[in-house]
């Protein structure tokens, strides 16, 4: 009688937080919550500080400078990554958000904080890329559903407290603390990450030889890319004091932006291929048809339902845990991607129609915390369900170029749509009255993106 042998044995997948991952993981959980307070926090403070820059007419650009500079560094980081590995990215992109918020801190003109919030975002860009490649290369790919809804998960707590904590701040102290307070978090998480750099450096195999492979084509690419969206963002919210220039300037933008942003993207991404094409689009539909509205939310409450600060931050925290919750359940992968996928849309496309319902004089506010818990589960089930698959499909010597595709239509269809219903709340007015209707407006357009991304979800099987 002989004892079994190993190959006999059962494979179990690694655990996420067992003695092989544990430092890797807790490391990038730390640097992931800690932008994830930035985001929680900073959409709450927003009204306060366009109220006080005086700089409501620049509410939606303050977020798409962060979101454009955000997809420069995406594909600079992308590239760099796949060459030399993703140590140095994530660090250099770490000091840049910490600077970014040191200088949006003591910003006393509205267009210094605006370069500020861009400065955030070419850190912010190059970590996340930097995360994504360090996820593909060190966890095995039966593994990496858990790290992304660990990932997910790691937006739990920064949204239960960040927007009451960024409330309380805001009104006891000044908006300025609130990205203050969020500096001294970097060095715990650095000193937590640090092992598991060392640990992973130097795994970028061999370069890919591809047409996004090139430096300098591809950072051309991504400066007209950036460069045209800013632009056409620019024209966009200038129509309302100067309409021909402004038309003049979003022409440009939308020209440059054409030329540079399918060099970014997998061949037949702008016609919505099969497979990997139309996987790193729908990341820029949903979060097109998410941020487009959860931007403008903390907005409407405070000048239209008069919610606190406080009070208006209670919808983007439930938003967030429904997040959380659909990205759970997207790792037990019981239906195919592409169904998680076209589901999620259709969650945040229903979630986002019925904020509308809180513009009705009669209706109260808290209609928005339902209609967010929606939204955010269709982002949780369709945002994590996105990764996974797009580097599923993925070559080993490409998960950074697609990296930062991914991240590149993320942060494009949050910045565009941002930007667009900025312009478009400009044109109709700040009066309270006005908002709500611009408010509605902009979701009824955020709504048509989302059913884009239902019906052409199914395209992402091969």
Known sequence: MTAPKTLDAPYVPPRIFGPQYRTATLGILLVVTLIAFEGMSVGVAMPKVSAELNALNLYGISFSAFLIASLFANVVAG?????????????????????????????????????????????????????????????????????????????????????????????????????????PLVVPALVMLLPALRQTAGTAGEPSTGPRSRPLPMSLAATATAGGAALLLAGLTGLQTSPVAGIIMAAVGLVALVLGLPRLLPPGAMRFGRGLPTTIMMRGLLSAAFFGVNTYIPLVLEEVKRF??????????????????????????????????????????????????????????????????IAGFGMGLGMATVSVTAMKQSPANEQGANSAALSVTDMLGSALATGIAGAIVNVIGHQPDQLATGFVVVVGLMAVVGVVGVSVAGRVKD
Do not use: C, N
Not at 158 to 170: K, L, S
Not at 321 to 335: F, M
């Open 79 to 183: 590239l760099w990554s796949d060459r030399r590995g993703h140590t140095v990215p994530f660090l250099v992109g770490v000091g840049l958000f910490v600077a970014g918020m040191a200088l949006a801190g003591a910003a006393g003109h509205a267009m210094v904080f605006v370069g500020a919030r861009a400065v955030q975002g070419l850190g912010a860009g190059a970590t996340i890329v930097a995360i994504y490649v360090m996820v593909a290369r060190v966890y095995p790919p039966d593994t990496r559903p858990k790290v992304f809804a660990a990932l997910s998960a790691a937006w739990v707590v920064p949204a239960m407290v960040g927007p009451a904590v960024a409330g309380f701040v805001t009104e006891a102290f000044s908006w300025r603390w609130v990205f203050y307070g969020i500096i």
């Open 308 to 373: 606190s600060t406080v009070q208006a931050g209670m919808a983007l925290t439930f938003g967030a845990l429904g997040w959380s919750l659909g990205s759970y359940l997207q790792s037990r992968k019981v239906v195919p991607a592409h169904t998680r996928i076209r589901r999620g849309a259709a969650f945040v496309t229903l979630g986002s129609l019925v904020t509308t319902a809180a513009m009705i004089p009669a209706v109260t506010g808290w209609i928005m915390v339902p209609a967010w818990i």
